[in-house]
């Protein structure tokens, strides 16, 4: 693989999606610490928000340390060249979140649904689509469900609403490299050659880092990862490591390596309360095609109604459940406890 | 025959037309008029085939006949933009208006909490809220009673074959309404709504999980037979209205994991966020048609 000289841009999850297996807990005062080392080290994008979003404060997904609008409003001022995102899931979060956001000072606005439903996202990446200035991008999640023909019509989709970047998001940590290689493909050659592509990856197959260099070679532009891989399932793709490879292969990031592997090691790894790497559960989301932050609900199902983690883990997989669904996990839990008890 | 109050359904797509056939069942009421815009419609030709008057020129085609047929109630089943007109227009008839748009300028009404009430206001104008609405509030509302709620919140779980166009392109009327409707009819002192649309196949009977957050203590048992009571009310006119498992207790948290499956008329049956509209605005018309017809309410112009 030769991508010698492509330049790329690397956007950090550590503070959205390394939400998740924080349960939401990261405190203002971390996200400003960390906000700010990546910073220094010449990170260009990272996400704040509440791991399911703005808006995502919740019975259902978890209450947080503090509002969205008090994370964002402290690492917006707190940044000097990194510039900050939020993620916004329609059906959770509401334009008044996106319009707060906004005033907060981010500078992209990330509307992410359902690979299938693009359509709700109407509403939203108009309205972002028109704030002068407003990086808008649109966001397919689970795009392991659907073939890379049907993934684009989705695409379109968001592209016509106003999205000046779409994502293939690979939630469940299920995509092969080549299933990435396909989509992203497809999607450069069908989309307007302005419009911009990105992968977002998760870790729970290791295929991280292999899954996000194919989406480069494809002709992605953005890619997500986290320091330190903190994010939900085994993590994002570990983008310290993404760096270095990077590096390797020429492949400009315009991030210092050294002072990203310093932010993960030093900031990061402290932060967490497991570890969070491929275990039998993480990876049995990436194997059955699971959404990421079901884990450590199923984890904690399994606990209270005496069950494995990884049968629950299954049996949604099978459901074809989507992002959103954790209301889904205790219900089954119950189901499955009540028949082990009758049996 | 026993005397029925006679109605009209503006609107003649999927809603207006599982209306109609529930409707054509009642003791009460009788569907008289279809009113579409398309002459082209499925849903007025189905209506003809019922033997059901149909106009294809609105709520305007409609008014010349309500008074010489004695249509007092109108149901509307089309959008949340042209309602009000709809409303105004058939309200100067004399006729009663349950809306089943997300308009929501009248009162809103879910039958087994606060249907009494909206009739015994007299509202010529009453608002069905939501979907998700009608399978959630009924259980915030069955916590409520018991105790006093600081916190409701309702996740809705459809299949992506039961949202139609109106409500994707508007899914945040869908979350701020049915959150209003958590609060007002639920009497939760904070509402929140999430909907998710799952386009698994085959496609998923429509679920909905309710948390509340009690202010004290839940009163475990006092809230269990609430719970069932509602759920019974709900059987009523929504016989597919399920409770698949809970309430689970955690601390003040109250849980609580319905299944809706519908009747099967004219929408599938996985759709019960579908069907639960439609019995929900029938049921609420029949209770207007029973105070008309024991003499204890007029409709009339304003």
Redesign the interface.
Known sequence: MNLQGRKIQVHDMSLRDGMHPKQHQITVEQMVEIAVAMDEAGIPLIEVTHGDGLGGA???YGFPAASDQEYLTAVCKAVKKTRVSALLL???G???HLKMAVDCGISTIRVAT?C??A??S??HISMAAQISGLDTVGFLMMAHMIPAEELVVQLKLMESYGANCVYITDSAGYMLPDDVTSRIALARKELKPETELGFHGHHNLGMGIANSLAAVEAGATRIDGSLAGLGAGAGNTPLEVFLAVCDRMGVETGVDLFKAMDVAEDLIVPLMDHMVRVDRDSLTLGWAGVYSSFLLFAKRSAAKYGLSARDILVELGR???????E??I??LA??MARARDSA | MSKKIRAAIIGPGNIGTDLLMKAMRSEVIEPVWMVGVDPDSPGLARARDMGIKTTCEGVDGLVPHMREDNIQICFDATSAYVHADNSRKVNAEGAVMVDLTPAAIGPFCVPPVNLKDAVAERAMNVNMVTCGGQATIPMVAAVSRVQAVSYGEIVATVSSRSVGPGTRKNIDEFTRTTAKGVELIGGAQKGKAIIVINPAEPPLIMRDTIHCLTVDDPDQEAITRSVHEMVAEVQKYVPGYTLKNGPTFDGKRVSIYMEVAGLGDFLPRYAGNLDIMTAAGLRTAEMYAEEILAGRFVPAAA
């Open positions: 919740s019975v259902n329609p059906g959770i509401t334009v008044d359902h299938t439903e359509d709700v109407e509403q459901r074809r459940t989507v992002g959103g669904q209301d889904m205790e219900d119950m189901d």
